[in-house]
């Protein structure tokens, strides 16, 4: 009987630019390379397949400017986001 793989999931990486300061410490703790900096120093995500999520580009970060989630977390975030939302829109007893 043949195993499957269990795929394993992607993670989202967002780094806002408008934040950082280029300093290049997230480049630098990234223990799979998964960072890379542009022409003026900024980080990109060069490889999404090596992230392992560990999380320390996020954590390491002085200025907030990167996050690591999985897609999983971003959908149910996204998800409860909505429902607190409708709720909010929903009138209460003795309104």
Sequence with gaps: MAETKKKKE???IDIYKGWCKACGICVAFCPTDVLGEDEAGYPFVK???K???CGWCEIRCPDFAITVERKKEAKRRAEEKGEEEESERAPTAGE
Aim: charged share 45%.
């Design 10 to 12: 992607e993670p989202k």
């Design 51 to 53: 992230c392992i999520q």
């Design 47 to 49: 490889d999404i397949d």
